[in-house]
């Protein structure tokens, strides 16, 4: 190797030290081939797309059908036996507390818990059902044409 090329490849492996790559396992076809797709060196994690996975498996959006909790389950013991990083983005208008703990003690070592909209949403359902409401929101529409709708019940 030339001496410019050995000083690439340096300056490469210093450069990219913190940087990682993960993967998207989204689908049926990807759960099938996971420890293909995380074997491939180079390969630090793996990001679960929730969404896709469920109406990959003809369960969309059925967050606690049983076959999608197993398969997010089994996905994440499979990832951290091979010593690679799992997570996901685990909304909290979607996925319950329970549900979220069952995959962080099956491994999983990081979670995008949702962003701050969806966070407000739920607690101004929760304020609004301990207020006699029944937590419902309006749509977009009757939130834009009465602000106070979002906060008060008709």
């Known amino acids: 190797m030339s ?12 450069f990219n030290r913190h940087s990682y790559v993960i993967i998207g396992i989204e689908s049926v076809a990807a759960m099938e081939r996971l420890e293909e797709l995380i074997s491939v060196p180079g390969v630090d994690g793996v990001f679960l797309g929730p969404h896709d996975i469920s109406i990959s498996m003809e369960l969309p ?15 994440i013991v499979r990832c951290r036996a091979a010593n690679v990083g ?13 549900n979220m703990q069952r995959f962080i003690d099956a491994g999983m070592n990081w979670v995008l818990d949702g962003a701050d909209v969806a966070h407000a949403i739920v607690s101004l359902r ?18 834009s044409a009465d602000p106070q709708s979002c906060v008060i019940a008709d």
């Open 61 to 75: 959006e059925e967050w606690d059908n049983p076959a999608f909790l197993d398969a997010m389950e089994n996905i």
């Open 86 to 98: 799992v997570g996901a983005h685990l909304s909290p208008t979607s996925f319950p507390i329970e």
């Open 126 to 143: 929760q304020r609004r059902e301990a207020f006699g409401n029944s937590g419902a929101l309006p749509d977009r529409a009757d939130a």
């Open 3 to 14: 001496t410019l090329a050995s000083k690439s490849v340096k300056f490469f492996e210093r």
